[in-house]
């Protein structure tokens, strides 16, 4: 049999039940997967000198030293799409395949940013709150604006920004436009959106929500600056990543109605801290990192999790979509990339 291990408990959507039932197909493939909680470096090298390959169903700390001491490892698999605890280029030197599941919650991300946005705008969550208080808010807080008179502005037109985009644009009517400097004229011709740049998406935008990767080009591109461009009426929305955002700033322009509203799935530092200031903020909505969260993603991360394990060890076979060393292809690894 060939072993296969999964270094970490941070499941996300995948129970430990649903691992097991994977265990009982990944038999069928002549593969022993084993489920582990491993703390450090040191355990995962000295408990993994078996394994073929290393599932990491959070962020387990795939170092250069960890890579180059697991001489049977063939690939490292992660449940999700962020691969920034593993050492990519230390991955591809020791010939080890990265797979990852780029896409597989993408309409997860757009149903819980429109459920943000919708709550924000309709008050939701704040009669939600006033009510459990004991209280009966009939049509108070802030007028809702009108939903199909909105302008959403996109950071990012990726994967979640498009299902984002269908739901704004063909559902509600609703304006959109996206700042994102890497997109084709080709891609942009399918869309009926205004690609602008980012001075441009802070300033007309009612909505500005979040689907750009974290590098060092967006940390903290929404600064004290940005929200001072963004309407003060205008929400701004992050099922992305945390630290796009400097948190200090965004208490400082809700505090201070430079914009009205913030839905925030991710944050600079999680869990967020049990002081932080957005905890007893009512213009803001807080979700626990849990977009992905779901039925559907779940289904995904099983089915791929087993055909791509599955399909490296026995078959020597990987499609290159799922690589996330992608410079791998030029090393005279035995595998074959489709
Ligand atoms: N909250 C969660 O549970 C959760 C789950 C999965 C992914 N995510 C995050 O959601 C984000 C979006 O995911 P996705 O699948 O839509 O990503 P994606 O890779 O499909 O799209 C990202 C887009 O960002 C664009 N981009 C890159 N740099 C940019 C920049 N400087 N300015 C503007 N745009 C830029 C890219 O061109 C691309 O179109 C990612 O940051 C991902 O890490 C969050």
Same mark, same amino acid.
């Given at each position: 049999m060939k072993k296969a291990i999964v270094v970490d408990k941070d499941y996300g959507s995948v129970t430990i039940d649903d691992l097991n039932i994977l265990k009982e197909k990944f038999k069928e493939e002549s593969i022993e997967l084993e489920l582990k909680h491993f703390y450090s470096e040191d355990e995962i090298i000295s408990e993994c000198q078996e394994a073929e390959a290393i599932l990491g169903t959070g962020n387990p700390p795939m170092s250069e030293k960890v890579i180059s001491k697991l001489p049977n490892l063939k690939m490292i698999q992660r449940f999700g799409i962020g691969v920034n605890s593993i050492n990519l280029s230390a991955a591809t030197e020791n010939h080890k395949i990265v797979s990852y599941m780029p896409g597989f919650c993408l309409d997860e991300l757009a149903a819980h940013a429109t459920s943000m946005i919708l709550s924000l705008i309709r008050n939701t969550a704040y009669y939600d709150r006033r009510i459990r208080q004991g209280e009966w808010p009939k049509a108070e807080y802030y007028t809702p604006k009108s939903i199909s008179e909105m302008t959403i502005g996109l950071y990012g037109f990726g994967g979640s920004a498009k299902e984002l985009y269908k739901i704004f644009?063909?559902?509600?009517?609703s304006r959109v436009i996206a700042c994102d400097p890497y997109v084709s004229e080709e891609i942009k011709e399918m869309f009926n959106i205004d690609f602008v740049d980012f001075h441009t998406m802070l300033k007309e935008s009612d909505v500005v929500s979040l689907h750009a990767p974290l590098n060092t080009e967006t940390r903290h591109i929404f600064n004290e600056e940005a929200f001072k461009k963004m309407k003060n009426d205008a929400m701004i929305i992050n099922?992305?990543?945390? #630290? @796009?955002?400097d948190e200090d700033a965004l208490v400082d322009a809700l505090k201070t109605r430079e914009i009205r509203f913030a839905g925030l799935d991710?944050?600079?530092?999680? #869990? @967020?801290? %049990? %002081?932080? %200031?957005l905890r007893n903020m009512e213009n803001v909505i807080l979700t626990s990192h849990s977009a992905f969260y779901g039925e559907g993603s779940k289904q995904k991360q099983l089915k791929w999790a087993f055909e791509l394990v599955s399909q490296v060890l026995n078959r020597n076979t990987i499609k290159k979509e799922f690589i996330a060393n992608k410079e791998i292809f030029d090393t005279n690894i035995k595998m074959t990339f489709k």
């Open positions: 644009n063909g559902g509600f009517q099922v992305a990543r945390g #630290p @796009l955002i991710v944050f600079e530092n999680e #869990p @967020l801290d %049990k %002081k932080s %200031k």
